[in-house]
């Protein structure tokens, strides 16, 4: 997707600082409040093999498909479902730390919607290599299986806020680790894919330019802030769904435990 100047330079300039700075403030404050994961159980965040494979198969295909395309296209891998993926392949083979591991995890519950997004509202217009469209939906729809794979494996925890974190009730720590969702987000795309956009010519993202959206409800000079409005909603909404489901799954296995005990 080659980008146009739809906003001027200086627009460029004033979001880039003004989102950045908001974005590192947030991370700084929140990051040190969040639940902290138990050292002693370092290793059940290990991937499972099955995540492994499907991972590092996945994620060879897409560099292949933006390796041979037009020129730029490896940018691509900045677009969110992408990341999502690079995210996935660091978890499986990069050395974190317990915390740093256990961020990342949290990360793909409320990022889970972009790839219901994406599948919901294909934008194929660049893909043209031998099936890569197929392999387009495919690797979209593994976005979404994984997330629940993992949250049965429990490599995943949708309530982990109920740990409590670093001080604050129920409600506080979700929202934390919301708010840290969209802070991560915003900083990518405007700390790097912007940057990046603009250097070599490739719409990140849809960073310069709006995508097509029925009603061009998504355009003006102001899609970028609507476009973060749009994202920080849905973020809540994925997060609050899984949330509620693990929470209403929690309660009913509960019930079933005290009524074994009592017969």
Known sequence: MVASWYLP???????????????????????????RYPKEKANDLNPPLLIKVI?????????IYKLNGYPGKILMMGMPCNVLWTI????????????????????????????????????TSDITMWMEIPFFFVMHYALIT????????????????????NGGG??????????LACA??????FGIAVPLSLR???NINYMLSPPPTPGDFLSGPNFRLVSIVACA????????????????????TCKIATSKKSV
Not at 102 to 121: E, G, K, R
Not at 158 to 165: N, R, T, V
Not at 184 to 189: C, H, K, P, R, V
């Open 88 to 123: 996935y392949m660091i978890l499986c083979y990069l050395p974190l730390r317990t915390q740093a591991m256990h961020i990342l995890y949290q990360l793909l519950i409320p990022y889970s919607i972009l790839a219901i997004v994406a599948v919901a509202t294909p934008d």
């Open 200 to 202: 070599y010519g490739i």
């Open 184 to 189: 991560y987000f915003a900083l990518f795309y």
């Open 55 to 63: 991972t590092s198969i996945i994620y060879t295909c897409q560099l």
């Open 9 to 35: 330079p200086e627009r460029h300039v004033v979001e880039y600082v003004i989102v950045v700075l908001i974005s590192v403030f947030l991370i700084r404050i929140i990051q040190p409040r969040l639940t």
């Open 170 to 179: 129920i409600l506080l720590n979700f929202l934390r680790w919301w708010v």
């Open 146 to 165: 994984l997330p629940i794979y993992l949250l049965y494996c429990g490599k995943i925890s949708a309530l982990s806020f109920l740990q409590g974190g």
């Open 233 to 252: 909603v849905a973020f809540f909404l994925s997060q609050l769904l899984i949330t509620s489901a693990a929470m209403i799954l929690q309660i009913w």
